[in-house]
């Protein structure tokens, strides 16, 4: 039921009310009201949650871009290490080869 179904029965709810006899219509006239906070609280509740909702969505794809983007940096990073260490093995290996004599 949307909202403006339920404002409907709500009135003919009203209007039905107004036909009953003073005595009771004060009972129902409350039980309405009461009716229709409830209704209003609930409309909030659903919209609070709504928005916590819509911020964990984007706070998760927050994190999975920074996940994505930490390992595209780890990636890149273990290449440059790779790269460095193979360089270091490679000025290694030449320096032994000068001291025995070899080019």
Do not use: W
């Amino acid at each position: 039921m949307d909202e403006q179904d339920f404002q409907e029965k709500f009135t003919e709810l009203l209007e039905r009310i107004s036909d009953l006899p003073p005595e009771q219509q004060a009972c129902m006239e409350q039980l309405a009201e009461a009716t229709q906070r409830r209704r209003d609280r609930l409309n909030h509740s659903v919209n609070e949650l709504q928005e916590s909702l819509d911020f964990l969505r984007l706070s998760v794809k927050y994190l999975v871009f920074d996940l994505e983007a930490t390992r595209r940096e780890n990636t890149y990073l273990r290449q440059l290490l790779d790269q460095a260490t193979r360089n270091q093995s490679q000025s290694h290996e030449e320096g032994e080869d000068e001291e025995r004599g070899e080019y």
